[in-house]
C-alpha cells in the first residue's frame, strides 16, 4: 500500500486521532508499510510522523499524531500540539482511533471531531479484548447513530485493515 513518490502540495490529507496508546502507530505502520517521515511540528519537540499511501494511483498523506484526550481542553504539549494540526492542516479525513473496551469514554472526542464537522471514519480497535471482556459492539447499528463509517479492528493481527484501508479509498479518492 506504500508508494516511494514524494508527498506534493495535492497530495490528499489523512490524520489518524485519538488518546495514547489505542492503536494509532500500529494502524499507522501497517497502512504505510511503516515508511514514516517524522518530522518536528515547528516550537516544539512533540514528533509527527508521515507516511504515504497510495490509492489509485494518487498519493495520500498519512499523518499520525500525538495522543489526545480532548480538542476543547487540550492540557499537555502533544495535545496542544495534534490540537494545532486538526485546526490548520484541513484534512480531507480524520480517522479517530478508539479502544473499544473504554468505548464510553472515547466517544466523547468522536462527538467533538462530529461537532466540528471533520470527514470522519471511526476504528474501534481492540475489539478483541472488548469481546473477552464481555462487551460487544453493533458497529452497524453504530455507523447508523453517528452518520459515520464504524471499523472494528485488530491493529496488531490486520483484523479490520483491509476495510479501513477500503473505506480510506472511499472517502478521499
Same mark, same amino acid.
Given at each position: 500500500?506504500?508508494?516511494?513518490?514524494?508527498?506534493?502540495?495535492?497530495?490528499?490529507?489523512?490524520? @489518524?486521532? &485519538?488518546?495514547?496508546?489505542?492503536?494509532?502507530?500500529?494502524?499507522?505502520?501497517?497502512? !504505510?508499510?511503516?515508511?514514516? @517521515?517524522?518530522?518536528?511540528?515547528?516550537?516544539? !519537540?512533540?514528533?509527527?510522523?508521515? &507516511?504515504?499511501?497510495?490509492?489509485?494511483?494518487?498519493?495520500?498523506?498519512?499523518?499520525?499524531?500525538?495522543?489526545?484526550?480532548?480538542?476543547?481542553?487540550?492540557?499537555?504539549?502533544?495535545?496542544?500540539?495534534?490540537?494545532?494540526? =486538526?485546526?490548520?492542516?484541513?484534512?480531507?479525513?480524520?480517522?479517530?482511533?478508539?479502544?473499544?473496551?473504554?468505548?464510553?469514554?472515547? $466517544?466523547?472526542?468522536?462527538?467533538? $471531531?462530529?461537532?466540528?464537522?471533520?470527514?470522519?471514519?471511526?476504528?474501534?480497535?481492540?475489539?478483541?479484548?472488548?469481546?473477552? @471482556?464481555?462487551?460487544?459492539?453493533?458497529?452497524? @447499528?453504530?455507523?447508523?447513530?453517528? &452518520?459515520?463509517?464504524?471499523?472494528? !479492528?485488530?491493529?496488531? !493481527? &490486520?483484523?479490520?485493515?483491509?476495510?479501513?484501508?477500503? =473505506?480510506?479509498?472511499?472517502?478521499?479518492?
Amino acid at each position: 500500500m506504500n508508494t516511494k513518490n514524494s508527498i506534493t502540495t495535492n497530495d490528499k490529507k489523512v490524520y @489518524l486521532v &485519538g488518546s495514547p496508546n489505542v492503536g494509532k502507530s500500529v494502524i499507522f505502520n501497517y497502512l !504505510t508499510d511503516s515508511y514514516a @517521515l517524522v518530522s518536528n511540528y515547528p516550537g516544539t !519537540t512533540v514528533e509527527l510522523s508521515t &507516511g504515504k499511501i497510495l490509492i489509485e494511483g494518487q498519493v495520500v498523506r498519512l499523518i499520525d499524531t500525538p495522543g489526545i484526550y480532548s480538542l476543547y481542553f487540550p492540557i499537555s504539549e502533544e495535545e496542544k500540539v495534534t490540537r494545532k494540526v =486538526l485546526m490548520t492542516g484541513n484534512p480531507d479525513l480524520v480517522i479517530h482511533v478508539i479502544d473499544a473496551k473504554n468505548i464510553e469514554k472515547m $466517544l466523547v472526542m468522536t462527538f467533538e $471531531l462530529l461537532e466540528l464537522g471533520y470527514n470522519l471514519i471511526l476504528v474501534l480497535n481492540i475489539i478483541d479484548e472488548a469481546k473477552k @471482556l464481555g462487551i460487544s459492539i453493533n458497529t452497524e @447499528l453504530l455507523s447508523n447513530i453517528l &452518520g459515520i463509517p464504524v471499523v472494528g !479492528t485488530v491493529s496488531i !493481527t &490486520g483484523q479490520g485493515m483491509r476495510e479501513l484501508f477500503f =473505506l480510506i479509498s472511499k472517502m478521499v479518492i
